[in-house]
C-alpha cells in the first residue's frame, strides 16, 4: 500500500501561482510513477503532469505546459506541482497518483493509489 497526502491548494486570483505537494509513505517512493490529475466540476478526471520514477521524463497536459511544473524528491518521498499564471479554468480539486507501471501513463485506471484531493480555485 501507499498512502498519498496533498497539500497546498487554495484560493487564488488568476495570474497567481501555488504549489502543491503530494506526500507518500508506505512501499518505496522511488518505484512508482507519479502524475496530478484534476477534476473540475462536471469533468472528467483529466491527468494533468506526469513524472517517472527518477524524475527524468515528464508529461504534461497541453492546457498546462509551459505554465505548471512537475517534480519529485525520492529522499522526501514527496512530489509536486508547481502551477504559475493560475486561469479561472484551473478550477479543480487535484489528485495525485502513483503508478507502478513502466513510464508515464496518461489514465487514471493504470494508477493504484490515489489521495484525497486538494481544492483549486482561481478566481477572476
Known amino acids: 500500500q501507499v498512502q498519498l497526502v496533498e497539500s497546498g491548494g487554495g484560493l487564488v486570483q488568476a495570474g497567481d501561482s501555488l504549489t502543491l505537494s503530494c506526500a507518500a509513505s508506505g512501499r518505496t517512493f522511488s518505484n512508482y510513477a507519479m502524475a496530478w490529475f484534476s477534476q473540475g466540476p462536471g469533468k472528467a478526471r483529466e491527468i494533468v503532469a506526469g513524472i517517472n520514477t527518477d524524475g527524468r521524463a515528464t508529461y504534461y497536459n497541453d492546457s498546462v505546459r509551459g505554465r505548471f511544473t512537475i517534480s519529485r524528491d525520492n529522499a522526501k518521498n514527496t512530489a509536486y506541482l508547481r502551477m504559475n499564471n493560475l486561469k479561472p479554468e484551473d478550477t479543480a480539486v487535484y489528485f495525485c497518483?502513483?503508478?507502478?507501471?513502466?513510464?508515464?501513463?496518461?489514465?487514471?485506471?493504470?494508477?493504484?493509489?490515489w489521495g484525497q484531493g486538494t481544492q483549486v480555485t482561481v478566481s477572476s
Open positions: 497518483a502513483a503508478s507502478s507501471q513502466i513510464g508515464i501513463r496518461t489514465h487514471a485506471p493504470f494508477y493504484e493509489y
